[in-house]
């Protein structure tokens, strides 16, 4: 559903625009076109400062927005979809090895679709605003006339969306256009002209996502301490019956303490997957690969990777995001798993050649 739902506006933008139903491979004129357009419009001119509510910006203009910035982040999310435990987790529940290994292969194509589709997604959507050729652009058009569209007027009315008419011209101009960035995603359907129920499509499958990452997640980290702390530490006599009940009430525990932790709004809503796949890779990629592939890996050198990489992982984080330190080599806060990886990968190696081999 979601990938279905996903990929369906992305498609039908690429076939409106002229870029053909499989978009992947041929939408770099559209950001030709749309440099062009930034270009006439004068991106630099100053945007008014609405709280909370972000002006399109182009990628040069974002945090390390530059191939080197675009390289690390791509590293940070690979990694860290390789060492998110609730999803290897997923692959347990097949009733073979078999079984497995064809639902790797699936989740890898649709994880892969996913992200290979994002940045022509927001290539497409970015042009579908700006193009005054296509109908459903917005700058350019009088601002009595954009405010009237349903759905500039659906998002405005929850506070998503402003259109401010700074210049006083009448016409909407490339900075006086707001939006969240939180709802693209979302007000992308609306935006291509689709059907409203494609839009609750979209919503439907960035529900199942979440509520699926979510279930996943908690039986991953109350299972974990179930196990490995209470039966294999507390109370090793414990049996499955007690041990289940322990992991339940983990269950509450933990979804509570989730909860209020988002409820500290610590970072926006990318920001926070963000560092959940950085706080991932930082700790768990390299004890996960070498706990595999090396046969001279062993319990102290993976200890030693997870404390050190995570350790050095979240006070970089901190530095950058709360203590005002100047970023390393381009590399700010959600991208901090570049620096915990190699701190966790040299730590693993020197504590594992330094112990007993196992």
């Given at each position: 559903?979601?990938?279905?739902?996903?990929?369906?506006?992305?498609?039908?933008?690429?076939?409106?625009?002229?870029?053909?139903?499989?978009?992947?491979?041929?939408?770099?004129?559209?950001?030709?076109?749309?440099?062009?357009?930034?270009?006439?419009?004068?991106?630099?001119?100053?945007?008014?400062?609405?709280?909370?509510?972000?002006?399109?910006?182009?990628?040069?203009?974002?945090?390390?927005?530059n191939e080197w910035g675009m390289i690390t982040l791509a590293i940070c999310m690979m990694c860290g979809t390789a060492s998110l435990p609730h999803i290897l987790m997923r692959y347990f529940t097949t009733p073979s090895v078999r079984a497995a290994r064809r639902s790797v292969g699936w989740s890898l194509l649709f994880i892969f679709l996913l992200y290979f589709s994002a940045p022509a997604l927001a290539t497409?959507?970015?042009?579908?605003?700006?193009?005054?050729?296509?109908?459903?652009?917005?700058?350019?058009?009088?601002?009595?006339?954009?405010?009237?569209?349903?759905?500039?007027?659906?998002?405005?009315?929850?506070?998503?969306?402003?259109?401010?008419?700074?210049?006083?011209?009448?016409?909407?101009?490339?900075?006086?256009?707001?939006?969240?960035?939180?709802?693209?995603?979302?007000?992308?359907?609306?935006?291509?002209?689709?059907?409203?129920?494609?839009?609750?499509?979209?919503?439907?499958?960035?529900?199942?996502?979440?509520?699926?990452?979510?279930?996943?997640?908690?039986?991953?980290?109350?299972?974990?301490?179930?196990?490995?702390?209470?039966?294999?530490?507390?109370?090793?006599?414990?049996?499955?019956?007690?041990?289940?009940?322990?992991?339940?009430?983990?269950?509450?525990?933990?979804?509570?303490?989730?909860?209020?932790?988002?409820?500290?709004?610590?970072?926006?809503?990318l920001g926070a997957v963000a560092w959940a796949f950085d706080f991932a890779c930082s700790g768990l990629f390299f004890p996960l690969v070498l706990g595999v592939w090396w046969k001279r890996a062993n319990k102290a050198g993976a200890i030693a990777g997870m404390v050190g990489g995570f350790g050095v992982g979240s006070w970089y984080l901190y530095m950058v995001y709360a203590a005002g330190m100047a970023p390393w080599w381009g590399i700010d806060h959600i991208r901090f798993g570049i620096i915990g990886m190699p701190v966790s990968l040299i730590c693993m190696i020197v504590v594992s050649l330094l112990t007993p081999a196992p």
């Amino acid at each position: 559903m979601l990938i279905f739902a996903y990929l369906t506006p992305i498609i039908w933008m690429s076939n409106v625009q002229g870029f053909g139903i499989i978009p992947h491979f041929s939408y770099g004129g559209a950001v030709q076109r749309i440099a062009e357009l930034e270009a006439e419009y004068g991106l630099s001119a100053a945007a008014q400062n609405i709280p909370g509510v972000r002006v399109l910006t182009t990628p040069q203009n974002s945090p390390a927005g530059n191939e080197w910035g675009m390289i690390t982040l791509a590293i940070c999310m690979m990694c860290g979809t390789a060492s998110l435990p609730h999803i290897l987790m997923r692959y347990f529940t097949t009733p073979s090895v078999r079984a497995a290994r064809r639902s790797v292969g699936w989740s890898l194509l649709f994880i892969f679709l996913l992200y290979f589709s994002a940045p022509a997604l927001a290539t497409l959507t970015k042009l579908q605003l700006l193009d005054p050729n296509l109908a459903t652009s917005v700058i350019g058009k009088s601002f009595e006339e954009v405010s009237n569209l349903e759905w500039v007027k659906h998002w405005s009315s929850v506070g998503m969306l402003a259109v401010a008419d700074q210049s006083g011209d009448g016409i909407v101009q490339l900075n006086e256009f707001f939006m969240r960035p939180d709802i693209v995603v979302l007000a992308t359907p609306e935006i291509a002209g689709l059907p409203y129920v494609i839009s609750g499509l979209v919503a439907a499958g960035g529900l199942a996502a979440a509520m699926s990452t979510a279930d996943g997640l908690l039986l991953a980290i109350a299972n974990a301490l179930s196990h490995d702390l209470y039966y294999k530490i507390i109370d090793p006599k414990a049996d499955t019956k007690k041990r289940l009940i322990v992991a339940r009430v983990l269950l509450l525990f933990i979804g509570a303490a989730g909860a209020a932790v988002a409820s500290l709004k610590l970072t926006g809503i990318l920001g926070a997957v963000a560092w959940a796949f950085d706080f991932a890779c930082s700790g768990l990629f390299f004890p996960l690969v070498l706990g595999v592939w090396w046969k001279r890996a062993n319990k102290a050198g993976a200890i030693a990777g997870m404390v050190g990489g995570f350790g050095v992982g979240s006070w970089y984080l901190y530095m950058v995001y709360a203590a005002g330190m100047a970023p390393w080599w381009g590399i700010d806060h959600i991208r901090f798993g570049i620096i915990g990886m190699p701190v966790s990968l040299i730590c693993m190696i020197v504590v594992s050649l330094l112990t007993p081999a196992p």
